[in-house]
Each structure stands twice: as C-alpha cells, then as structure tokens.
C-alpha cells in the first residue's frame, strides 16, 4: 500500500467530502485551495501540488474498496492533533457551499469514527464551524 504525507492526507479529507454528494463544485474546490493557502499546517505547500493530490484520492475513491483505502490512508499519515485538524477541515468543506446533503454527513460521522474523535471533541469542533458561517 502506498503512503501519503500529513499535507496530503489532509486535502484527502476535503476531496472525500467534496465529492460525497456525487459532484465537486466551485465554492468546494476554492475552500480547499484557500484552506491550502492560509492554514498553518500548510505552511510550504506547492499550490501546484492541490489539483495532482485531488485527481490521486479521486483515483483511489473509483477503486472497489476505495473510500476504506483513502481512509486508512489518512489515519497512517496523520498524528492525533492533525487528525482533529482533518475533521475541523471535513466540516469546513461540508459548509463551505452552504448546503450539507445527507451524503455529506454520513461522510464525517465516518471520517470521525476513523480517526477515533472523540464525540465531545467532534461536536466543539462542530459548533465552531457552524458558527464560522452563520450569517444574520
């Protein structure tokens, strides 16, 4: 099995969620290349670098078995606190269109489930997310 670094592990995470509702649309791909952009964790990362990651994890979710295999992916690659950074970006890429389809959400509560988040954790993490894009 091949291995992955955190950085990509992480955009992993955004596309899975992205295209759990069967599509990518423009709001999801400009979240994911701003996320790449101004987080911390990304500090260093080549922007030419997003587009080959995606097409990679996209290759891997058409394979039989492929979600399970992204997955274990980002589990191997990512300590504990990167991977509550993951979920944090799970619920930024669900959010970002301003629409969560139920596809979306059974998504995270599998992402959440494989990284080992705890429950408590997972729902500040939540609350912050939802609160980042409420509008009045």
């Given at each position: ?6 950085q990509s592990a992480l955009v992993y995470v955004m596309v899975v969620v992205a ?102 954790v997972a729902a500040a993490l939540e609350r912050g997310a939802r609160a980042r894009?409420?509008?009045?």
């Open positions: 099995m091949k291995t992955i670094n955190p295209a759990a509702d069967g599509s990518m649309d423009e709001r999801e791909k400009t979240a994911m290349a701003e996320c790449t952009r101004r987080l911390p964790v990304f500090r260093g990362f080549d922007p030419d670098r997003l587009a080959p990651i995606v097409e990679d994890c996209s290759a891997i979710l058409h394979e039989p078995e492929g979600f399970e295999a992204v997955l274990g992916l980002v589990r191997e690659a990512l300590s504990e606190p990167l991977r509550e950074t993951a979920y944090w970006l799970a619920l930024e890429l669900a959010l970002s269109d301003h629409k969560v389809a139920l596809e979306e959400i059974r998504v995270i509560e599998t992402i959440r489930r494989a990284l080992g988040i705890d429950k408590l894009f409420q509008v009045s």
